[in-house]
């Protein structure tokens, strides 16, 4: 199984950026899925996830409101539109899934994808 993430780049303060996540493999069809950021020196934090109906959608605080997570099980792809981007969100973002569906968006996920990088700067 892989997970391939794309859509990241360098943006100014305002601007919006569409991540996009591909998954790929034989016999997964994964239920939660999420969104990861790690900004330099900083620890990694999950910023949304979703379930696998989109009915279950998590956001992080400082995310909630200008970010806006959904996948599309068709095409085993998971999105996140970052809106009204701020220097703060610069970090390389991860996907992940899990064939599992938990009530919240933290524990394990069986499977990551690599870093796709953002950087809002003037």
């Known amino acids: 199984v892989q997970l391939q993430a794309s859509g990241g780049g360098s943006v100014q303060p305002g601007e919006s950026l569409r991540l996009s996540c591909a998954v790929s493999?034989?016999?997964?069809?994964?239920?939660?899925m999420a969104w990861f950021r790690q900004a330099p020196g900083k620890e990694h934090v999950v910023v949304a996830s979703?379930?696998?109906?989109?009915?279950?959608?998590w956001y992080a605080a400082d995310v909630k409101g200008r970010f806006i997570i959904s996948r599309d099980n068709a095409k085993n792809t998971l999105y996140l539109q970052m809106n009204t981007l701020e220097p703060e969100d610069t970090a390389a973002y991860y996907c992940?899934?899990?064939?599992?569906?938990?009530?919240?968006?933290?524990?394990?996920?069986?499977?990551w994808g690599q870093g796709t990088l953002v950087t809002v700067s003037s």
């Open positions: 992940a899934a899990r064939s599992t569906s938990m009530s919240s968006p933290y524990g394990e996920y069986d499977y």
């Open positions: 493999g034989p016999t997964f069809s994964p239920n939660d």
């Open positions: 979703i379930n696998r109906s989109g009915t279950g959608l």
